[in-house]
């Protein structure tokens, strides 16, 4: 994808090089998250969390809202334009990643304008390995996600290396993807579409609240798509198959066949490899993002 001239976003903090206490597995790791379960890309926290905890009979949902300590807003990154520029020239993949996320600034501003709403951007912090969010404590392990406590988007840029290795999902489109659709978390929470999953999965069984948050995933994969469809003109021959081969080998079927030889479909919470395509194409090739609800939707595929 052709960002090589565009600007750099000015929303980003940068934590890597610091030290940061907590972690430590699923117990003192993953205790303190609210809402971070369902608001990852999904590769690293799939497999790390969702299948983990299925194999031992439990429900990834569960940890929505645990107990622990979110950062008080007196301890949250500072974000400043000297900070940005520093943090996005760190390396390639945050260079990358500034300008994507600069990118999806001006594509959802224009797109909210068009509604008459002013469109509030998400930040972006860069962490490695151990950070510190608004939802309680970053690990690498989880994957890139949205916190909607702080409106801010964590990720450990070395998710990329993981994506182009392990899941054979190499390319700056497929990178791009990761930070489109956290941003496509953040829309929905803009537009209260977070609010009500979180109410409609307090009401529901594990099963049901495992099916509304795959058409929360499958919804900013379509956002991710729209964004997309509005860059077109920086779009490269490739660039599509990158996205789609990403979406593929982070579907839920897939990864539970690679992790545990078999597929346990009440427990999806992202969406099959088809859906997350199809979703994701449907807002590349409408570029509109009332083709992206999900919600009323009836089959997902």
Same mark, same amino acid.
């Given at each position: 994808?052709?960002?090589?001239?565009?600007?750099?976003?000015?929303?980003?903090? $940068?934590? =890597?090089?610091?030290?940061?206490?907590?972690?430590?597995?699923?117990?003192?790791?993953?205790?303190?998250?609210?809402?971070?379960?369902?608001?990852? &890309?999904?590769?690293?926290?799939?497999?790390?969390?969702?299948?983990?905890?299925?194999? &031992?009979?439990?429900?990834?949902?569960?940890?929505?809202?645990?107990?622990?300590?979110?950062?008080?807003?007196?301890? =949250?990154?500072?974000?400043?334009?000297?900070?940005?520029?520093?943090?996005?020239?760190?390396?390639?993949?945050?260079?990358?990643?500034?300008?994507?996320?600069?990118?999806?600034?001006?594509?959802?501003?224009?797109?909210?304008?068009?509604?008459?709403?002013?469109?509030?951007?998400?930040?972006?912090?860069?962490?490695?390995?151990?950070?510190?969010?608004?939802?309680?404590?970053?690990?690498?392990?989880?994957?890139?996600?949205? @916190?909607?406590?702080?409106?801010?988007?964590?990720?450990?840029?070395?998710? &990329?290396?993981?994506?182009?290795? =392990?899941?054979?999902?190499?390319?700056? &489109?497929?990178?791009?993807?990761?930070?489109?659709?956290?941003?496509?978390?953040?829309?929905?929470?803009?537009?209260?579409?977070?609010?009500?999953?979180?109410?409609?999965?307090? =009401?529901?069984?594990?099963?049901?609240?495992?099916?509304?948050?795959?058409?929360?995933?499958?919804?900013?994969? @379509?956002?991710?798509?729209?964004?997309?469809?509005?860059?077109? $003109?920086?779009?490269?021959?490739?660039?599509?198959?990158?996205?789609?081969?990403?979406?593929?080998?982070?579907?839920?079927?897939?990864?539970?066949?690679?992790?545990?030889?078999?597929?346990?479909?009440?427990?999806?919470?992202?969406?099959?490899?088809?859906?997350?395509?199809?979703?994701?194409?449907?807002?590349?090739?409408?570029? $509109?993002?009332?083709? @992206?609800?999900?919600?009323?939707?009836?089959?997902?595929?």
């Amino acid at each position: 994808m052709r960002l090589d001239d565009y600007r750099e976003s000015e929303n980003v903090g $940068d934590q =890597r090089g610091q030290s940061f206490g907590g972690g430590g597995g699923l117990g003192g790791g993953l205790g303190p998250i609210a809402f971070m379960i369902g608001s990852r &890309f999904g590769i690293g926290g799939i497999i790390v969390v969702a299948i983990g905890m299925m194999l &031992f009979g439990m429900n990834p949902l569960s940890l929505v809202g645990g107990g622990g300590t979110a950062v008080s807003p007196q301890q =949250r990154t500072q974000v400043t334009q000297a900070g940005a520029a520093k943090a996005c020239a760190v390396n390639d993949a945050s260079t990358f990643s500034c300008r994507v996320l600069a990118s999806t600034e001006d594509t959802w501003g224009k797109i909210f304008q068009q509604s008459g709403q002013r469109y509030q951007p998400a930040g972006l912090i860069f962490y490695g390995g151990t950070g510190s969010s608004g939802c309680g404590v970053a690990q690498s392990a989880m994957g890139p996600f949205y @916190c909607p406590s702080d409106n801010r988007i964590y990720l450990d840029t070395s998710f &990329f290396d993981e994506l182009a290795s =392990r899941f054979h999902a190499a390319g700056d &489109f497929a990178q791009a993807y990761v930070v489109a659709h956290e941003v496509g978390h953040h829309i929905q929470f803009l537009t209260g579409v977070a609010d009500k999953v979180q109410q409609a999965q307090a =009401r529901a069984s594990s099963t049901e609240g495992n099916a509304i948050q795959v058409r929360m995933e499958l919804q900013a994969d @379509c956002y991710a798509g729209v964004w997309a469809a509005h860059n077109r $003109d920086r779009i490269e021959p490739g660039d599509v198959e990158e996205g789609m081969r990403a979406a593929q080998a982070i579907g839920d079927d897939t990864l539970q066949k690679q992790a545990q030889g078999r597929v346990v479909p009440e427990s999806f919470t992202h969406g099959t490899s088809a859906q997350r395509m199809s979703w994701l194409k449907r807002g590349l090739d409408s570029g $509109d993002p009332a083709q @992206c609800d999900t919600f009323a939707a009836g089959a997902l595929s």
